[in-house]
């Protein structure tokens, strides 16, 4: 299974993220030991870009969850990049670095990504580290806030290098034609199988002994990859048995026999990778760190049963000295005295002829003695008690360390049971969790369906207000807004179409996701207009703030609209959705809801009450809620199914 993201991978996203030049940076997040996603709004809304494990950088499909409470790093970058424009992207050379150009009022930053040797993420401004991810001391450089930034060495570029110079550094290799090109010619190992297969060269072959015709069969396999990549992409899944063995921005020759899923992106395809990768390993419940652990334990097991074992042989060897005392004496005694007369070959030579003696040692005074099944090796210039006394000291030193590595155990036992009950609890609130439904672009925006089937779409702060009307708001469709200050722009799209039932709706929802809810008002009114009636240029000596326009000509007003709204199950496209809209809408096309009104009282907990019982996350929830606080005073559910009798 693919591990990391490969030059060609990111020389694909890389072009996918020129999109996002003259983009601004909303938000910043960053969890865990190396996620960190970049939110942006672009022209056509916003995205996600999402730097994922320090190895994979892509734009992300779907939206990650993110943490509530932002890290220092993420605090830190939002202080510097929140607003910036994004400016040009590029890849460094064929490595897996990308460079992103960032522009704010004060200066320009370098935003760089690396994809090797760990991963970071870096801020760089006039050349000098701002703040990091990870910081690291190298051979040749260090990656910490105030150091210089310093490139790595760039490596070779199949790419821009013209074919004696592919063809002199692949022979300079020792090694065969598949390993040469994986790391001498900077191709790794997936494009390097794909090389020689194209070519037709067997990847076996070392690399010097490679003819001049496999050679430039080989360089320009490489070439038409990197067409293909760069002009003619064709993001593709490769799966085998259902479950996707890699990913590339073009189709393999590598992966004849498997079955391959075209992509509109390299960044879709990643982005399907990473969420089927991440729902097999919840299917798993495999924490890395747990099966390492009790890999050390069983080792430590092993080394405490080895050090038992081994006192346990040697109290037996002294043990035996005894039961034939008068045997081992008197051998003891003999090599004590030969030993000081004779020679070590004579000595040697000698003492192999004694049945009970396995080999000697002169140089080391040791002969070795049978006795019974055991083999016992002694010190001949020593008596017997002397030897026995040695051998139980051994046996003795054997059991403290048993003992020593046993308390390591036990050590290990415990941080092991902690950890396991920890991921338990991780495992079980992962089955609890409830999985996000599918995100729909007007979620930017605060939304419902009409009863008549039309969206209705409104801004959700000054920003988006904007952005609702000058990007949203079209001959045929109707704009509707709360007289009270701050209101969202609200439009009901194909809205001159529409019923008198859904231009009260609209009115109806620009009323209750004004401050009027946040007052605790029980009813209001509200108005809808023409889009030629909707304009931002003031009248002469007056100023339109951010968020707000004038309205010309006559206002269609909507009277006593209740402050009341229903919030549940709908389905759109097919897809289940949870909706919050005015409850007339709600009775008609939702079985599951629940209706609220404005609360008096602060009860932050709502949200996650409301989205636990309908099995979706709190924000799915949170953001679809009128502004300020809420109180359920109706819940309508499914009737049960009841089976007649016969």
Known sequence: MKKEMSSFDVRSVVTEMAALENAHVDKIFQWGAGNVLFRINTKNGKEDLFFKDKKWLFLSPDRPDTPVTPTSFATFLRKYLTNARIGKTRQIGF????????????????????????????LVQDGKIVNCLTQRTFRDRTTRPGEEYVMPKERFNPLTSDEDSFKNLFRSSDSDTVRTLATVNNLGGQYAEEVCKRAGVDKTVPAKDADDASVHALHSAVMEI????????????????GKIVDIAPMDLHIYEDCVKEPMPTISEAIGKFMGENEAEEQREF?????????????????????????????????????????????????????????????????ALKIPYVSYIDPSKNIVAMKIGILEVELDYTKNIDTNASEIYARGKEQNEKAD????????????????????????????????PTKRFWFESYKWFVSSGGRLVIAGRDTHSNDQVVKKHLKEGDVYAHADIHGAPS???????????????EACWFALAQSKAWMAGSAEGGAFWAYPDQVSK???????????????RGKRNYEYHLPLEMGIGEVYYQNERKIMCAPTPVMEKCSEKYYVIRPSKEKNGRMAGDIAKAFEVPEEEVSRILPPGSVDIVRKVLPKPDTDEEE
């Open 226 to 241: 990197a067409d293909y990549v760069m002009r003619e992409p064709h993001p593709t899944i490769f799966r085998q048995e």
């Open 490 to 504: 609200v439009i009901l799209k194909d809205g001159l179409k529409a019923s008198e039932e859904e231009l009260r």
């Open 95 to 122: 490595d897996r670095i990308v460079e992103m150009q960032v522009f704010k009022a004060e200066g320009e930053y370098l935003l760089i990504f690396e994809m090797f040797g760990g991963g970071n993420v870096l």
């Open 286 to 350: 495999v924490d890395p760190e747990i099966e390492k652990l009790k890999k050390r334990i069983e080792k430590q097991k092993e080394t405490v049963d080895a050090y038992r074992v081994e006192a346990e042989r040697l109290k037996a060897q002294a043990d035996s000295l005894y039961t034939e005392y008068q045997k081992v004496s008197e051998l003891l005694t003999v090599l004590g005295e030969q030993c000081k007369k004779l020679s070590w070959e004579k000595l040697t030579e000698g």
């Open 537 to 551: 240029t003031p009248n002469a000596g007056e100023f339109v703030p951010r968020g707000a326009f004038i309205i």
């Open 404 to 435: 020593n590595a046993q308390k390591a155990l036990d050590d290990s036992v415990a941080e092991l049971e902690k950890k396991q009950k920890g991921f338990d609890k991780k495992v079980a609130a992962e089955l609890a969790k409830a999985k």
